[in-house]
T-cell receptor, first 109, second 119 residues
């Protein structure tokens, strides 16, 4: 089967750093993506890891370890507007993207 | 604006109705997808069209019927739906390569979705 696991909820305060973990089990694997979705909005692409290691894009960073079937999204200098749901997605063979259940991030003042 | 437009944004239909969801992408992509998003569940892939040909059908009931007339347009035809089909239906597109290069583009671009309620 193919499945991804993420924490269901995370809460942090403005200015803090938060890490959202994702573990995956897929039959084939190209890489791991992260998407952000605000309530009522479309999921939007944040980052992609095709290789092991850290990818940095501004306040957001993403990490992948293929040997551990694990990745995480790191959000720094949290802002209120970062309150949203975050999904990891495994990019697997056959051009499918399998999504995790999502982590709801609440940023408190 | 993601370059992927879905209509309508909201749809209420009875179980005996027939309706269609429309998706249009202006990004020059060659693959389009339908996803279903239900509360507290992962996005579920329903259909994939690659170069206008359906390549995936993840055991979706026949009351959902996709149509992809060209690489820019995707439809989802609905008939005799059930209340449990109420969900957000998301269209997405991406750019993928042909054999032998198998170039892949790692991003999905999503539309804003159609919130469907079946009464």
């Amino acid at each position: 089967g193919q499945s991804l696991e993420q924490p269901s909820e995370v809460t942090a305060v403005e200015g803090a750093i938060v890490q959202i973990n994702c573990t995956y089990q897929t039959s084939g694997f190209y890489g791991l993506s992260w998407y952000q979705q605000h309530d009522g909005g479309a999921p939007t692409f944040l980052s992609y890891n095709g290789l092991d290691g850290l990818e940095e894009t501004g306040r957001f960073s993403s990490f992948l370890s293929r040997s551990d079937s694990y990745g995480y999204l790191l959000l720094q200098e949290l802002q209120m507007k970062d309150s949203a749901s975050y999904f990891c997605a495994a990019d697997n063979y056959g051009q499918n993207f399998v999504f995790g259940p999502g982590t709801r991030l609440s940023v408190l003042p | 604006e993601t370059g992927v437009t879905q209509t309508p944004r909201h749809l209420v239909m009875g179980m005996t109705n027939k309706k269609s969801l429309k998706c249009e992408q202006h990004l020059g992509h060659n693959a389009m997808y339908w996803y279903k998003q239900s509360a507290k569940k992962p996005l579920e892939l329903m259909f994939v069209y690659n170069f206008k040909e359906q390549t995936e059908n993840n055991s979706v009931p026949s009351r959902f019927s996709p149509e992809c007339p060209n690489s820019s347009h995707l439809f989802l035809h609905l008939h005799t739906l059930q209340p449990e089909d109420s969900a957000l239906y998301l269209c997405a597109s991406s750019l993928v390569g042909q054999e032998p290069s198998n170039f892949r583009y790692e991003k999905l671009f999503f539309g804003s979705g159609t919130q469907l309620s079946v009464l």
